[in-house]
């Protein structure tokens, strides 16, 4: 039987049993304060996962690109939003295909966005609902004000074959809900329902229903964890379900290890806004430090580290960012607490139009 | 006929006649200081690519995993030095069929790895060289002095099956070539011969000749030039041969525009030691800032520019690390300055084992 150990490395490993109860306290979430959940699959990118999620409660699932809406819809998902803003004529006909084919819906910020969309729509005769991104503090994609919402909303309602499906952001930070009750008020006065308001984002998610603005959580990386999330306290560690088995390759002196994984299997990500020079949670070494990855190698600090690794040892890390990481990788090696060992595909991993 | 602007975005390309000019120019330089030049396919993991390389004259090729060897030689390529430190025995199992196969060679720093791989060869009825991996001041991999190296190499020569290959070091800084000569001569006081130096690094490629102790460069990303290089001033911007052509899907604000390339196109990677908050150079807006990147989105700051793009332009980037980006991708667009546009496969994409 093969276990964890028995793997080359670096592997990356997803633990079932964490993945399962990381999919049921979220749903629970949801369900006590009447969300719909829309987990997002850019973090494990694999329509297996996707299932657990939907068979949990999930409402539908969110996809980040086109590309990966097509590998789900062909998977038996039928209801998809697509939080990327889709620009450009062949995109907008893909989407239009896809609407052909399961209920589908996009968010985007802009006139042109919206109008190529209706066009490509009215031309394949099928239809999608369009939810008005807006920034909420952010400062990524997204309408600047409620009045911005509400006149790209009554645009929507008027062009052919778009739905207006509601208003989103990502992420819903404090003031989220007050920014998003104020356009939803704008746009109801003008005689249009908004029938959804979704917010994204795992390290808060469960604050969401705080302002009760929001009818739909879409989170991500919560199925997973990982050492952002950790550094949040959003998830624990014995939830953290995806880490990198990886062997001490070399060391060189007292206080340096260097492992054989770098960037090219956990990626160069630091936990947003807070460059504390560390790549990743070395789990048996915890006071050790991922000081910096080459593509292939981690430089492990060891100086606060009273046990030290011997070259040869196999040691365990929590990546900084589960959705980075996982896209690096063909294969993971799925176990339940370290055994039952099977590895699968990643099969949306790079699909990044 | 299909031209770049054809392309759905993101899509990595990759200019051949830039290729072809990087090729020439590197290996002329070898050719002048009588270099052995071994590139490094990390960068490209494209047998396609090594094949230009080989042919325009490079005695052999360097690999960075075993799984990119074995790739190699699986497409001809039968010089290999794998240059990352392989220890454990089921690697050691796989060198030694891979020696059966091709000639190879390994660079690595301790005598566990030596004592394993021996015992793999002798088991396997095959040899392989062994490189004495040197840290010559970069803190990553290595013995830390010449007397450690000379250790090192006479264990190797004694060890069955083990041939020493020589010395190697990643990358070479001011002092590698003295380092590693006066490693050289204690090597040879003990009778033994040195066949190879050889030292890695594009950034400073071109000086490696003076100090005299080299017989061999390894590098990878001259072949295709990246922003780090260009900041370097490494490499010419018209010799920049892998790009991304994006697409700006928001505007939301004046100042800031949103292109469809985030770190699962373009990595999270910084230019080592010099973060200046750039994610890659904007080609046709030189003076915008890519201030941070999503997963699937590159937050562009254009404070600083006259002339804005709107939604919908379809603009280039040229990402900070060639080999982080290019490892992100299953396809990229070949072309020669924007026509002939021909997409290839990328083989060893992955390949972390």
Redesign the interface.
């Known amino acids: 039987m093969v276990t964890i150990s028995d793997l080359?490395?670096?592997?990356l490993t997803v633990d079932l049993d964490a993945v399962d109860r990381n999919i049921a306290r979220m749903q629970r979430y949801c369900d006590e304060h009447e969300l719909a959940l829309r987990p997002h699959v850019?973090t494990h990118k694999m329509p297996a996962l996707a299932r657990l999620q939907v068979v949990a409660g999930a409402r539908g699932i969110t996809c980040?690109?086109l590309g990966e809406a097509e590998l789900m819809a062909d998977n038996g998902f039928d209801d998809i939003l697509i939080t990327?803003?889709?620009?450009?004529t062949?995109?907008a006909e893909r989407l239009a295909d896809l609407a052909g084919r399961v209920r589908v819906a996009v968010g985007?910020?802009?006139d042109?966005?919206a109008r190529?969309i209706s066009a490509a729509l009215q031309a394949r005769g099928t239809a999608a609902a369009f939810l008005v991104?807006c920034?909420t503090g952010f400062?990524?994609?997204?309408?600047?004000t409620p009045d911005d919402a509400a006149a790209l909303a009554e645009l929507v309602e008027r062009l052919p074959h778009l739905e207006l499906g509601g208003l989103m952001t990502h992420p819903a930070v404090r003031g989220s809900g007050e920014w998003l009750a104020a356009a939803r008020r704008l746009i109801e006065q003008r005689g249009l329902e908004v029938a959804c308001v979704s917010g994204g984002g795992t390290p808060h998610a469960r604050e969401i229903h705080e302002s009760g603005a929001f009818t739909e959580l879409r989170v991500g990386t919560y199925v997973f964890g990982d050492r952002h999330l950790l550094g949040e306290g959003a998830v624990a560690l014995d939830d953290c379900a995806l880490r990198v088995v990886a062997?001490?390759?070399?060391?060189?002196?007292a206080d340096?290890a260097?492992l054989?994984?770098g960037?090219?299997?956990l990626?160069?990500?630091?936990p947003p806004g807070r460059d504390d020079g560390g790549y990743g949670l070395l789990v048996e070494y915890p006071e050790a430090v991922l000081a910096s990855l080459?593509?292939?190698?981690a430089?492990v600090d060891l100086s606060a580290c009273e046990e030290r690794p011997a070259?040869?040892d196999v040691v365990t890390v929590i990546p900084n960012h589960a959705?980075?990481a996982v896209?690096?990788?063909?294969q993971v090696a799925f176990h339940r607490g370290g055994r039952d060992v099977e590895i699968g595909g990643v099969p949306a991993r790079?699909l990044?139009?």
């Open positions: 080359p490395t670096p592997f850019k980040q690109k990327f803003p889709l620009v450009g062949g995109k985007a910020d802009s042109v966005a190529t991104d920034d400062r990524r994609t997204g309408v600047q062997t001490v390759v070399s060391r060189p002196t340096r260097i054989d994984a960037s090219k299997t990626t160069s990500d630091l080459s593509e292939e190698h430089t070259v040869g959705c980075g896209n690096l990788h063909d790079g990044v139009r």
